[in-house]
């Protein structure tokens, strides 16, 4: 299997910005498209971007284009998110995932990693 494990959640004041990583192991990592989910509580789990196997396809939700950026690193098998702009909407739980395609629903993602905190305050 894939193992992911995010890591650079904390909390930032509204405005700041963050960069989120997640590091995988296991499996080749670059046979892999990657996504990025949050959660915040009593929400659903929404689709905030992905990125492509090779990187050269990169799709984001609406409530983040503009802000976020993904990227992946195939040489240390990690992808990231950084996120500028942020708003106290933003606070969730930020989970990577593992599929074969670059898709907006979590069902297409076989392996998650164990997720990290964002909190933006106002």
């Known amino acids: 299997q894939v193992q992911l494990v995010e890591s650079g959640g904390g909390l930032v004041h509204t405005g700041g910005s963050l960069r989120v990583s997640c590091a995988a192991s296991g499996r080749a990592f670059s046979r892999y498209a990657m996504g990025w989910f949050r959660q915040a509580p009593g929400k659903e789990r929404e689709f905030v971007a992905a990125?492509?196997?090779?990187?050269?396809?990169?799709y984001y939700a609406d409530s983040v284009k503009g802000r976020f950026t993904i990227s992946r690193d195939n040489a240390k098998n990690t992808t990231y998110l950084q996120m500028n702009g942020l708003n106290p909407e933003d606070s969730a739980v930020y989970y990577c995932?593992?599929?074969?395609?670059?898709?907006?629903?979590?069902?297409?993602?076989?392996?998650w990693g164990q997720g990290t905190q964002v909190t933006v305050s106002s």
């Open positions: 990125i492509s196997v090779s990187g050269g396809i990169k």
């Open positions: 995932a593992a599929g074969p395609y670059p898709t907006s629903g979590s069902g297409g993602y076989p392996y």
